[in-house]
């Protein structure tokens, strides 16, 4: 099992930054992949960004080029820099890890955008 939390959501003008942050815990195997999903009221669950623990990374069309996701492997942690932020921004992001045979999502943080 794998735990993970994240951290950073919160209310941000248009046109502002957020950085957010996802610790994992638990039985971490070294080859896997992290990353960020994110859930409007009345919409479904999409991907925002993902990144293997080798590095490689993809992003939705609607975050390419505003928002970048990181790694620290040795801190077993995944960022989310989120710029140029817009209200159709505005989710619960949730942070997911895939490795081995298992799969895990964290509770979730809300980003509010506002105009």
């Known amino acids: 099992q794998v735990q993970l939390v994240e951290s950073g959501g919160g209310l941000v003008q248009a046109g502002g930054s957020l950085r957010l942050s996802c610790v994992a815990s638990g039985s971490i195997c070294s080859i896997n992949r992290m990353g960020w999903y994110r859930q409007a009221p009345g919409k479904q669950r999409e991907l925002v960004a993902t990144i293997h623990s080798g590095g490689s990374t993809n992003y939705a069309d609607s975050v390419k080029d505003r928002f970048t996701i990181s790694r620290a492997n040795a801190k077993n942690t995944v960022y989310l820099q989120m710029n140029s932020l817009k209200p159709e921004d505005t989710a619960v992001y949730y942070c997911?890890?895939?490795?081995?045979?298992?799969?895990?999502w964290g509770q979730g943080t809300q980003v509010t955008v506002f105009p």
């Open positions: 997911t890890y895939t490795g081995g045979y298992s799969s895990s």
